[in-house]
Antibody, heavy 124, light 107 residues
Framework: EVQLVESGGDLVQPGGSLRLSCSASGFTFRSHAMHWVRQAPGKGLEYVSGISSDGGSTYYADPVKGRFSISRDNSKNTLYLQMSSLRPEDTAVYYC?????????????????WGQGTLVTVSS | DIQLTQSPSFLSASVGDRVTITCRAS??????LAWYQQKPGKAPKLLIY???TLQSGVPSRFSGSGSGTEFTLKISSLQPEDFATYYC?????????FGGGTKVEIK
């Protein structure tokens, strides 16, 4: 059974930093691209970042470019999102997602599993 | 960025009703569209991918259609467990944008 478990969410002050983790099991983690998406309280879904199976290619949405960094440790089956210079508008539940593709540039992409999410609150 | 416009944003329906949700893309996305169901406090769940392919384990009352810029999600006979919010997502261009959501509530 595929499981994605996020952790690391917390209350942080504006300008602060936080690292989210997503622990994966039930599939061959090193063979799949992975993504982060967020959902502000009471709002819709916003794509944040993606990474290829080998970690060699990444993508960042404009609102987080230069502030967030996605990475993975395939030996630990774990995906990360390092967040810095946090702003109140970054407050959201952050979800990690599994891609059926290995590349982040893939025609016929399918994102088939989501974690339960971890809440990041940016406030003074 | 590709914009996805879902309609309606809110839908009130009864058990047994047939429900249709539309997702329009701001440019041609071929069949690179997925539909997700989200219940309160839960992660979204994949229902349909590649516009019309039912994800394994999803009831057959759900169906998807469309290509290019116009897509639909249909629920043939609404069940109590289907009351949720539904999102479409395009998967052809980054950022992988979502529609604004359709909340399906009990009439």
């Amino acid at each position: 059974e595929v499981q994605l478990v996020e952790s690391g969410g917390d209350l942080v002050q504006p300008g602060g930093s936080l690292r989210l983790s997503c622990s994966a099991s039930g599939f061959t983690f090193r063979s799949h691209a992975m993504h982060w998406v967020r959902q502000a309280p009471g709002k819709g879904l916003e794509y944040v970042s993606g990474i290829s199976s080998d970690g060699g290619s990444t993508y960042y949405a404009d609102p987080v470019k230069g502030r967030f960094s996605i990475s993975r440790d395939n030996s630990k089956n774990t995906l990360y999102l390092q967040m810095s210079s946090l702003r109140p508008e970054d407050t959201a539940v952050y979800y990690c997602m599994k891609d059926r593709c290995s590349s982040i540039n893939c025609y016929g992409r399918v994102i088939d599993y989501w974690g339960q999410g971890t809440l990041v609150t940016v406030s003074s | 960025d590709i914009q996805l416009t879902q309609s309606p944003s809110f839908l009130s329906a009864s058990v047994g009703d047939r429900v249709t949700i539309t997702c329009r893309a701001s440019q041609d996305i071929s069949s690179s569209l997925a539909w997700y169901q989200q219940k309160p406090g839960k992660a979204p769940k994949l229902l349909i991918y590649a516009a019309s392919t039912l994800q394994s384990g999803v009831p057959s009352r759900f169906s998807g259609s469309g290509s290019g810029t116009e897509f639909t999600l249909k629920i043939s006979s609404l069940q109590p467990e289907d009351f949720a919010t539904y999102y479409c997502q395009q998967l052809i261009n980054y950022p992988l944008t979502f529609g604004g959501g359709t909340k399906v509530e009990i009439k």
